[in-house]
């Protein structure tokens, strides 16, 4: 099993109410380059104000740029009117880095409805934990 030389956790908080397109550049600092991240958990909050007014039935998908716009997870909308509406979901996933992304930079983020457009209104409060890991390279045979 590989050994772990550092490991940084970023959470990520994006407002989704009344954004015209839910598509982010979030800036942050890592201090070294990472070979993979892992989705902690992803949870979304809405209002019972919103969920009554929307009735949203969308599954979001979550892509990142730093893993070549793959899926990251998901989230669901909140058809029920009765009360405010969480999602949360620990997915535990690992994903490879292939892009140097190590220092000052910054991570985009795009949310898409279930027709595959770039969502809007959503109306959650959106936040992404993940863990930037880099193992310790194996010594060389001699």
Known sequence: MPRI?????ATFVLDLFNQDVCSFDIPFSLGFQPDEVI???ITANGSAEA?????DYNVYTIHCDVLNN??????TGFGR????????SCPQTVFKINKP???TTSIH???????????SLVDRILTISLDFIKYKEKPKKK
């Open 109 to 119: 983020i795009d949310i898409y409805d279930s027709t595959g457009s770039i969502a």
């Open 39 to 41: 989705v902690r958990n």
């Open 70 to 75: 793959v899926t990251l997870g998901t989230f």
């Open 51 to 55: 969920d009554a007014l929307f009735h």
């Open 81 to 88: 009117v009765d009360a405010p509406q969480s999602y949360v």
């Open 5 to 9: 030389e550092a490991c940084q956790n």
């Open 101 to 103: 992304i190590s220092g």
